[in-house]
């Protein structure tokens, strides 16, 4: 059984405050103080830091920290050229990036970026395509390749990151093939509802039932290395019952977990300690769910859990 991991999710959008370089460093610092395994941003064109240069800041004034895209948009980057920062980053970083990989989604980006949103498959098979010639890369050859989507002649890499053969993969998807590319190709697989052809989630999706389906396909996906994966869900809001909460933030969380309860996602999390330590082992268990992100919101809520079930 693979032990707990929890990372915190810095996306948008982020306060005036947290844009700030002192308080950014100082979230990344606090982060790693509080117990978390990684500090994940995601890649949007809303109000975020870019992530590149944020997971770099980030990296810089941390000692244990991962860092980790979650996750690149494909069709925005070329393969060389993501494959260029991931290696820098990784050197940087001394070996803590978690290369966070996937399709692309959000419609309002590509609108912005005046590009066509294509159909699931086409966007899917860039991604494959992109991550083959990334593997090559990231293995110190000199790539030639004329495919369906990226030509490269004589491209290689320098400096080699520090991760052998490349650094750790995390690949996010709810569709069946992208759950199978992740089960064969990724280091941590992130379980996430399938979006449609307008790109909004799929919300009957997102239930306890859904996810172990999910988490099923990719065990069989996967066969023997399944053993060897993390598999992650994102966590959009959290709060713990107590724990030195305030009597509100507490009151809260107990109404919010009642209501999650009905429900039943592993998308948002609330309840006594007690209760979500079980509800989490229980989880892993059925699903194998053993890699948690949470919201920079909840970061501080959660830490008595992740200081319980870290590495357990």
Excluded at 14 to 38: H, Q
Excluded at 240 to 257: D, P
Aim: glycine share 10%; charged share 20%; proline share 6%.
């Amino acid at each position: 059984m693979r032990p707990f991991r929890f990372v915190v999710t810095a996306g948008s959008p982020l306060s005036r405050v947290a844009l700030a370089g002192a308080a950014w460093t100082s979230l990344a610092r606090r982060a790693e103080a509080l117990g978390y395994d990684g500090f994940y941003v995601t890649d949007h064109l809303g109000r975020q830091l870019s992530p590149i240069p944020a997971l770099t800041a980030a990296a810089t004034v941390t000692e244990r920290l991962r860092v980790g895209s979650f996750v690149f948009a494909n069709d925005f980057r070329h393969p060389l050229l993501l494959a260029r920062e991931a290696a820098t980053l990784d050197v940087l970083s001394n070996g803590r990036l978690d290369l966070g990989m996937g399709a692309g989604w959000l419609t309002s980006d590509y609108r912005q970026l005046g590009m066509p949103y294509d159909p699931p498959r086409v966007r899917i098979d860039r991604l494959v395509e992109s991550l083959e010639l990334m593997d090559r890369l990231f293995a110190g050859e000199t790539v030639d390749h004329e495919g369906a989507h990226y030509r490269l002649r004589g491209a290689r890499l320098s400096p080699l990151p520090v991760q052998r053969p490349r650094p750790a993969l995390l690949i996010g998807g709810g569709g069946p093939r992208m759950l199978r590319l992740a089960a064969r190709l990724a280091d941590i697989v992130g379980l996430l509802p399938q979006f449609d052809t307008r790109g909004r989630p799929r919300v009957g999706q997102a239930t306890e039932g859904a996810t172990r389906a999910k988490a099923d396909l990719v065990r069989a996906a996967a066969g023997a290395r399944f053993a060897e994966l993390d598999v992650n869900v994102i966590v959009f809001d959290a709060g713990l019952v107590g724990s030195g909460a305030g009597a509100v933030s507490s009151a809260l969380a107990a109404v919010k977990g009642a209501a999650v309860s009905l429900v039943g996602t592993p998308y948002v999390l609330y309840g006594t300690l007690p209760n979500v330590r079980e509800l989490l082992l229980r989880r892993r268990e059925r699903t194998r769910i053993n890699h948690y992100a949470f919201p920079t919101h909840a970061m501080e809520s959660m830490a008595p859990l992740v200081a319980e079930m870290r590495g357990r």
